[in-house]
């Protein structure tokens, strides 16, 4: 009876065991039909550990690159020259004693609005030679002028009135246009009417007054297509002068007799 309790124990702790391996056997996971053993492994792969930041992704995402950085924290070279001060300005102004006559004078300018006449009140009421020309300074660059006088009249914009203390007085100033009173033309110099005529029906026709004035015209300026340039009143000759002036933009004079012989004359601003 004791020998068969035995093995009756025995029988059952050895199906005990069996079962016991057989669980821990089949607790593994097995590949399943399309998973790739990195994919059976518990936990994470050693490529998903290594999917940290790549120096791209880290470039990208924690700071701007080069590139970004120069479009974002500053001004490129065409913005920055928008906002630059030019190489040369033109102004005229007036020169007086005191405060209180700049301030009468810039309160007339006000008053009368757009028909103000700047030039008027210059030759009336300024104590500077350039009185004769309106207060015209003409064309001037850094440097030229006192500092105050200068730093004032730069910071203004063309079309724009101020006042300024120098050592010579108060000043009124107005900045200009560059060509303010000014005109630009091209022309065709030749020694006989007869030329001059035949050069004014070929344009006339539809001739490129540029082509035509590099193969005929007898003037140094033929190497620029008779260019001359911007020009004010007292350049050029009377007669020359007349003429051009009288023109509108685009128009092309009739032949024009002066000391230097025959000229067609084109006024291009």
Not at 124 to 141: A, M, R, T, V
Not at 145 to 171: C, D, N, R, S, Y
Not at 195 to 211: Q, R
């Amino acid at each position: 009876m004791k020998r068969t309790l035995i093995c009756l124990t025995l029988v059952f702790l050895f199906i005990a065991m069996f079962a016991g391996c057989n669980k821990e056997t089949t607790s593994t996971t097995t590949p399943q039909p399309g998973t790739t053993p990195s994919e059976v492994t518990a936990g994470t792969t050693p490529s998903e550990t290594s999917v940290s930041t790549t120096p791209a992704e880290t470039s990208a995402t924690s700071e701007n690159t080069p590139a970004e950085t120069s479009v974002t924290s500053e001004k490129t070279p065409a913005e920055t020259s928008v906002e630059t001060e030019p190489a040369e300005i033109r102004v005229r102004h007036i020169l007086v004693k005191t405060e209180k006559e700049a301030d009468e004078i810039i309160a007339k300018l006000k008053k009368d609005g757009k028909n103000a006449n700047f030039g008027k009140l210059a030759m009336e009421k300024s104590q500077c030679p350039s009185k004769e020309k309106g207060g015209d300074l003409g064309i001037f660059g850094k440097g030229a002028m006192v500092p105050e006088f200068e730093k004032a009249a730069f910071k203004l914009k063309i079309g724009e009135t101020g006042k300024v203390k120098t050592q010579f007085g108060w000043h009124v100033i107005e900045r200009m246009d560059l060509h303010m009173g000014e005109i630009k033309a091209s022309h065709i110099l030749v020694k006989t009417e007869e030329e001059a005529k035949k050069i004014f029906e070929d344009l006339k026709g539809g001739g490129d007054f540029a082509k035509i004035a590099k193969e005929k015209s007898e003037c140094p300026s033929k190497a620029q297509g008779g260019d001359l340039g911007y020009f004010g009143k007292g350049m050029m000759v009377p007669e020359f002068e007349k003429a051009a002036f009288a023109l509108k933009a685009g128009e092309v004079s009739k032949p024009v007799k002066t000391q230097f012989g025959w000229h067609v004359i084109k006024r291009t601003e």
